[in-house]
């Protein structure tokens, strides 16, 4: 069966996002390829899952671009990183400066807080039941 690999996280600028999702989010620089063009092929994803799922970190080309940095979802949460440690997690993603908008919240279907990345795009950090 086939698999999401990659989504698009269009980002501001290269670096910024890699220290962002490698720092403050815990997850590891999978590939950060120079293209020759001016732009680089990046890509995380959270440490340890060994595959699957990951972000393209691709930085905004254009006005229609840079207007999309931090408004993917429309200003609904649009990514949803699960955790095994919610607790855990999300104290050092605190202590890593990450901007909860919300307390932790235990839902019926599980622990849950929303979140931004650097540039406002909306994130639940989610344990399941």
């Known amino acids: ?23 403050a989010l815990g997850f590891e620089l999978i590939e950060d390829t120079d293209r020759g063009d001016g732009t680089r092929w990046v890509v995380v994803r959270p440490r340890g899952t060994g595959h699957g799922s990951a972000l393209l970190l691709a930085r905004a ?10 408004a993917q979802a429309g200003g609904r949460v649009g990514f949803f990183l699960h955790t095994g440690d919610f607790t855990a997690d999300h104290a050092r993603m605190t202590a890593a400066g990450v901007r909860f908008l919300e307390e932790p919240r235990h839902e019926p279907y599980g622990s849950v807080a929303v979140f931004e990345d650097l540039y406002g795009n909306r994130w639940d950090l989610l344990q399941p039941k």
Do not use: C, N, P, W
């Open 1 to 23: 069966m086939s698999y999401i690999a990659l989504v698009t996280l269009v980002v501001r600028d290269y670096d910024e996002a890699i220290a962002f999702y490698t720092d």
């Open 61 to 70: 080309k254009d006005d229609v671009q840079r207007a999309s940095v931090g």
